[in-house]
C-alpha cells in the first residue's frame, strides 16, 4: 500500500494555489511549478531567452546566495511529503534544495510573506536532475504557505505538498450545511477496489471535472462482484442530501450505485451497516441528485458503483454535528504552529474546553 495513500495535493490549483513571488524566474515562470500534469518536452525549441522549459527555471546566478519561490497552499493542512519534480532539467536542475513553511491567516501580500518568520520543515536536500525527487516531511503543524528554495539556481519542473487537509473550524460553522466529502472540507479518501484509469479521490476534488481523466474509472470487471471506493467525511456529520455525476462517462458509466455509512475500518471490506441510499440506476453523462431520508450521524461512507465503471464526482450535503465540530476544533488547535498568536472566538473557546 502505498504510504501516500490518503493524501492529497495541498499545492494544487485545484484547490486555488498560487505562486505568490519569486526572485527569478529568467528562462521560465514560476507559476509553472504547480502545473497538474508532468512536464512537458520539445527538444530545439527555442525562445528570445533560450530552450524553453515546462517549469520554473533561473538565470544562472553570478553572485552568492540561492533562489526561491513562495507558494500559498491551496489548503491549510499538516504536510506528510513534498515532491520536487526535476523533470526534463538535466544540465540546469539545483545541485539541492530546502522547503520551509509558515501559518498566516487571511490574505497576506507578497511583501508580508518574503518578510515573515520561517520554519523550516525539510533540510537543504541534494537532487537529481529529470527526478521526482520525494521527501519526508516529519511536522505535525498546520500550515498555509511553505517557500521552496534552490541552491544555487536551476530549474525545477513541478512542486507537490502531499498532505492532509485541516480546515478552520470557524468557517465551518458560519457556513451551516457543507459538503462533508469536500477535500477543501477535510475529508479523507480510505481506499477503492480499483483506480486503473484514474483515482477514485479525484471525486473528492473541487470543481467541475472538465473530462474523464478528472474522475475515477475503473478497468472492466469480467469476474463477479462490483467496485467501489470509501472515505472518511471532513467533520462528523448527518447528511441530507448526495450529488453523484457522471458527465463525460458516455459508454462507461455505471449501471447502479449504493450509497452507505458504517466504521472505517470495515468499509474496505463491506457494505456500512446504514443505507443512505439504496441500490439505484443511474445514467451516463448526467448529474444525479438523491434525498436522503436517514438522521444518523455518519463519519464514513462507502459508494459502491455495479458492476463497475466511472463517475467524475461525489459530493455529500449535511450538517456537521456538534461532537464532529469539537472533535475538529480540537484536531485543528493542537496542529497550530503559532497558538498564542491565534485569536478566537467564544464558540470556538468553548469547543476547546
Not at 4 to 18: D, K, T, W
Not at 48 to 63: F, L, M, N, V
Not at 106 to 119: C, I, Q, T, V
Not at 322 to 327: L, M, Y
Amino acid at each position: 500500500m502505498s504510504k501516500n495513500l490518503g493524501l492529497i495535493n495541498l499545492a494544487s490549483r485545484l484547490l486555488g494555489a498560487g505562486v505568490i513571488s519569486a526572485n527569478d524566474d529568467f528562462f521560465a515562470e514560476k507559476e509553472n511549478l504547480l502545473g497538474e500534469n508532468r512536464a512537458k518536452f520539445a527538444s530545439h525549441t527555442f525562445g528570445h531567452k533560450g530552450q524553453i522549459y515546462d517549469g520554473w527555471e533561473t538565470r544562472r546566478r553570478r553572485t552568492p546566495g540561492n533562489d526561491w519561490a513562495i507558494i500559498r497552499l491551496g489548503a491549510a493542512g499538516i504536510i506528510k511529503s513534498v515532491v520536487i519534480d526535476t523533470g526534463n532539467f538535466v544540465g540546469n536542475f539545483p545541485e539541492s534544495a530546502s522547503v520551509e513553511a509558515i501559518a498566516i491567516e487571511g490574505h497576506p501580500s507578497s511583501d508580508e510573506l518574503e518578510n515573515a518568520n520561517w520554519e523550516r520543515i525539510l533540510p537543504q536536500s541534494s537532487l537529481k536532475g529529470d527526478f521526482e525527487n520525494s521527501f519526508d516531511v516529519l511536522s505535525t503543524k498546520r500550515w498555509t504557505h511553505v517557500r521552496l528554495s534552490i541552491y544555487p539556481d536551476g530549474g525545477v519542473a513541478r512542486f507537490r505538498a502531499l498532505g492532509v487537509v485541516i480546515p478552520d473550524p470557524a468557517w465551518i460553522i458560519a457556513r451551516g450545511e457543507i459538503d462533508l466529502a469536500a477535500v477543501e472540507n477535510g475529508s479523507v479518501f480510505i481506499g477503492s477496489s480499483d483506480d486503473f484509469y484514474s483515482s477514485a479521490s479525484n471525486a473528492m476534488l473541487p470543481g467541475m471535472h472538465q473530462n474523464q481523466s478528472q474522475g475515477w474509472e475503473t478497468r472492466r470487471r469480467r469476474g463477479d462482484g462490483n467496485d467501489w471506493f470509501a472515505l472518511n467525511l471532513g467533520v462528523e456529520g448527518n447528511i441530507s442530501a448526495v450529488e453523484m455525476d457522471t458527465t463525460h462517462f458516455k459508454g462507461n458509466a455505471p449501471g447502479w450505485i449504493s450509497l452507505s455509512a458504517g466504521e472505517e475500518k470495515s468499509l474496505s471490506k463491506i457494505v456500512g451497516s446504514i443505507a443512505l441510499i439504496s441500490k439505484v440506476k443511474v445514467q451516463p453523462d448526467t448529474q444525479h441528485r438523491f434525498i436522503v431520508d436517514n438522521s444518523s450521524a455518519v463519519s464514513s461512507i462507502r459508494l459502491d458503483v455495479y458492476p463497475d465503471g466511472g463517475i467524475g464526482r461525489l459530493r455529500v450535503w449535511g450538517r456537521p454535528t456538534k461532537a464532529g465540530i469539537k472533535a475538529l476544533t480540537q484536531q485543528w488547535w493542537n496542529s497550530l504552529p503559532n497558538q498564542k498568536e491565534v485569536k478566537i472566538s467564544a464558540v470556538l473557546k468553548d469547543l476547546l474546553s
